[in-house]
């Protein structure tokens, strides 16, 4: 289908536009990826950006699905504008970061289900780049840890829709199968719609990602970086793109164990990197001596936050789903659904499905030795297979970012928020190779 795509894509004219998607995440706004505005309009300034407003805060509660059919219906009515203006969009371009990755893979297939990506279309647009930063594309997975277990029993109730689409327990279409199962398989159209754009390429955090861990954002069943202090791990960074890899190895076996004294100065050496992580998140770390006092604040600071946050998380989720009612019969009464039109399909492929499930996994091909179990992740059989099958996208990449110091990354990697979140700019080189690394065409692979 790309390539028939691609041989009756128009050559690019004054009129031409090129238009780049920017997706944010879970409980996010344009406002979040500022910084990947700016970066992408500075290195590649013929694109046409736009950023999803539609689905923002208290919205991305609502589920991957309905989040996705507001950002295409968002997209379907800036084409008409530009059209409006005597400009017309050839290529097509879309990033999500976080809870957007899932989202814009939905996207996809709707605007094609559309015809968008039609090549009969007199007004075809080509899918050019297809891109995800800190995504959980086969959702958030399980680790041997008493707040992984608190996530897995509290996320489903308190985030709504999205919960459940996360933790794959929700019963999407007639089928009742995980929606991110149905957009991993092959026979379905999002899967598809992925295999059209001649340039996917995955961002992950190689490190101290909490909200996204590295399997799930790398689409891998192995965690080489989970004991990167103590696995001899060898890496490489890609020259001027600090802190994305070029390349890591890992040793066949674990190096030797140290035998330095304890708090002798080789000891406190080995463990300086420990030191350097700071324990509470950056907008509470003051200077002395205002920190022994929010420090001393602790025992009380977290049962209110946390007391706060149950609160917020459960009043959000339930005007979530009064929002999805009212969703659900509007569209019963309007315009088709994406959901709705994959019905009979999944019907037919319904059983056959049932066999992918048990199949073995064969996107892994990485032994990595385990020596602290609890850092690993524990993923299901159905996991495992979503991975499987979304390895075998064409044209797929992946980088990865290795940022230290620092307790969450997951928000660094996109500079979000750079007065808080990236003091350093170290998310701004994952950002400057992200906007790099985008063709302008699909002729340049």
């Known amino acids: 289908m790309s390539s028939s795509t691609s041989s ?111 090549p009969d279309s007199p007004d075809v647009i080509v899918p050019v780049n297809f891109n995800t930063i800190a995504t959980p594309h086969f959702g958030l997975v399980k680790y041997n840890s008493f707040f992984s277990a608190i996530s897995r029993t509290l996320g489903p109730k308190l985030l709504s829709r999205t919960g459940e689409q996360f933790y794959c327990v929700d019963k999407w279409g007639k089928s009742g199968r995980p929606l991110l199962d149905v957009m991993s398989d092959p026979n379905l159209i999002f899967f598809q719609s992925m295999a059209q754009f001649k340039h996917v390429r995955i961002y992950a955090n190689a490190l101290n990602d909490l909200t996204v861990p590295y399997v799930t954002a790398a689409i891998e069943t192995e965690d080489p970086f989970a004991e990167y202090e103590t696995n001899g791990l060898q890496i490489e960074f890609r020259s001027g793109h600090h802190p994305i890899l070029s390349s890591y190895t890992l040793p066949s076996s674990l190096p030797p ?6 708090h002798a100065p080789s000891w406190l050496r080995s463990h300086s990197t420990l030191s350097k992580t700071p324990i509470l998140p950056p907008f509470l770390n003051f200077r002395f001596p205002v920190n022994i006092l929010v420090y001393a604040s602790i025992p009380i600071l977290i049962p209110m936050i946390l007391t706060l946050a ?60 385990q020596v602290h179990r609890s850092a690993h992740p524990i993923l299901s059989p159905l996991q495992k297979t979503i991975c499987a099958r979304l390895n075998s996208i064409p044209h797929l990449q992946k980088e990865r970012a290795l940022i230290t110091g620092l307790r969450n990354t997951h928000s660094t990697i996109i500079s979000r928020e750079p007065k808080v979140w990236d003091k350093n700019g170290v998310g701004l080189g994952v950002l400057r190779h992200w906007a790099g690394s985008l063709q302008l065409s699909v002729e340049a692979i």
């Open 8 to 118: 009756n894509s128009p050559s690019p004219s004054s009129d031409s536009v090129h238009l780049l998607v920017l997706v944010h995440g879970m409980w996010g706004n344009p406002g979040h990826l500022a910084e990947m505005e700016r970066i992408v309009k500075e290195v590649q300034p013929e694109l046409h950006v736009l950023l999803a407003e539609t689905n923002k805060e208290d919205s991305t509660y609502d589920g991957i699905d309905w989040g996705g059919e507001r950002v295409a219906q968002e997209i379907v009515q800036e084409i008409a504008h530009l059209r409006s203006q005597g400009k017309h969009v050839r290529r097509f371009s879309i990033t999500g970061y976080s809870l957007g990755g899932l989202v814009s893979r939905y996207v996809v297939g709707i605007l094609t289900q559309r015809g968008l990506f039609s």
């Open 257 to 262: 164990k140290s035998r330095s004294k304890l």
């Open 310 to 369: 149950l609160v917020r998380l459960s009043l959000a989720s339930r005007s979530s789903k009064a929002r999805i009612s009212l969703l659900e019969k509007e569209y019963k009464s309007g315009q088709q659904t994406l959901a709705q039109a994959l019905v009979d399909f999944e019907k037919e492929v319904e059983g056959a499905v049932a066999d992918l499930i048990n199949e073995s996994d064969p996107s892994s091909v990485l032994a990595v030795p």
